[in-house]
């Protein structure tokens, strides 16, 4: 079955860390770049990082630069979100993608990260 599963979200106090992971399965993951996206209520859904297939290369929104790192371990399947001095206006549906150079795209279901004190 092919699909992405997201974990690690949850309830933070502002200034926190949180990691989110993403496990992929039934589909050749090494093949594919990978992003993190997120989607705040009333907004459109947005990049926020993403990764080639090999891990080589990074990208950030600007609006997450120096505190989000992406990161993948293509032995487990996995990708990750390291997302450090977090704010309110972090708080939002995180989710991950898989695109492959065919135009093949996977998307999980998202995991909800909230920024309160």
């Known amino acids: 079955q092919v699909q992405l599963v997201e974990s690690g979200g949850g309830l933070v106090q502002p200034g926190g860390s949180l990691r989110l992971s993403c496990a992929a399965s039934g589909f050749p993951f090494s093949s594919y770049s990978m992003s993190w996206h997120r989607q705040i209520p009333g907004k459109e859904r947005e990049l926020v990082a993403a990764?080639?297939?090999?891990?080589?290369?990074?990208n950030y929104a600007d609006f997450v630069k120096g505190r989000f790192t992406i990161s993948r371990d293509n032995a487990k399947n996995m990708v990750y979100l390291q997302m450090n001095s977090l704010k309110p206006e972090d708080t939002a549906v995180y989710s991950c993608?898989?695109?492959?150079?065919?135009?093949?795209?996977?998307w999980g279901r998202g995991t909800q990260v909230t920024v309160s004190s």
């Open positions: 993608q898989a695109d492959s150079e065919d135009a093949h795209h996977v």
């Open positions: 990764i080639t297939s090999d891990g080589g290369s990074t």
